[in-house]
T-cell receptor
Framework: DAKTTQPNSMESNEEEPVHLPCNHS???????IHWYRQLPSQGPEYVIH???SNVNNRMASLAIAEDRKSSTLILHRATLRDAAVYYC?????????FGTGTSLTVIP | DAGITQSPRYKITETGRQVTLMCHQT?????MFWYRQDLGHGLRLIYY???????DKGEVPDGYVVSRSKTENFPLTLESATRSQTSVYFC?????????????FGSGTRLTVV
């Protein structure tokens, strides 16, 4: 199963950018990289995904390394509402395998 | 309303009882999934289904049974509940994960087995 490695926790000051790293050295050529986040007492919600090129949407940006063995989720200006657990996931076939994610604390 | 709904939201049951958690989606997504979430383990895949009448095991299928007679429904049954099955259960659906389509998750069912 394709696995990802993320730091257990990170902190950021409010209104500063946050870079959440993820290593996925076993990624195969057709695996998409997905990011989800989970707010307290809620189900995970989609943030962004990509295959080879960097991606931007209204929530975040995804920077994918050239060899695709790592990626970084970028929140451009962290807000208190961004405090959550962030999961980096590779889709292996039609299944998503979640790790334990990175717990992001935003400091006012 | 369109979406994915889980019921009940909370459930307390006794050891040895059968309990069924319901999941319903309105998008006609082909794929549906059941995950459980426990402290320190993140989300772990229990079972998934690629289409009606097609189901397959995930990482932690023991003690669970699923069925998918209709595309929109994917119930999860604990045939004889145990305390170790106390957890938060999430259902999800997707059109085609391998094609880059993401998952949409329900709000979860918090199950306590006493």
């Amino acid at each position: 199963d394709a696995k990802t490695t993320q730091p257990n926790s990170m902190e950021s000051n409010e209104e500063e950018p946050v870079h959440l790293p993820c290593n996925h050295s076993t990624i195969s050529g057709t695996d998409y990289i997905h990011w989800y986040r989970q707010l307290p007492s809620q189900g995970p919600e989609y943030v962004i995904h990509g295959l080879t090129s960097n991606v931007n949407n209204r929530m975040a940006s995804l920077a994918i390394a050239e060899d695709r063995k790592s990626s970084t989720l970028i929140l451009h200006r962290a807000t208190l509402r961004d405090a959550a657990v962030y999961y980096c996931i590779l889709n292996t076939g039609n299944q998503f395998y979640f790790g334990t994610g990175t717990s992001l604390t935003v400091i006012p | 309303d369109a979406g994915i709904t889980q019921s009940p939201r909370y459930k307390i049951t006794e050891t040895g009882r059968q309990v069924t958690l319901m999941c319903h989606q309105t998008w006609s997504h082909s794929y549906m999934f059941w995950y459980r979430q426990d402290l320190g383990h993140g989300l772990r895949l229990i079972y998934y289904s690629a289409a009606a009448d097609i189901t397959d095991k995930g990482e932690v299928p023991d003690g669970y049974v699923v069925s998918r007679s209709k595309t929109e429904n994917f119930p999860l049954t604990l045939e004889s509940a145990t305390r170790s099955q106390t957890s938060v259960y999430f259902c999800a659906s997707s059109e085609s994960p391998a094609g880059g389509y993401g998952y949409t998750f329900g709000s979860g069912t918090r199950l306590t087995v006493v």
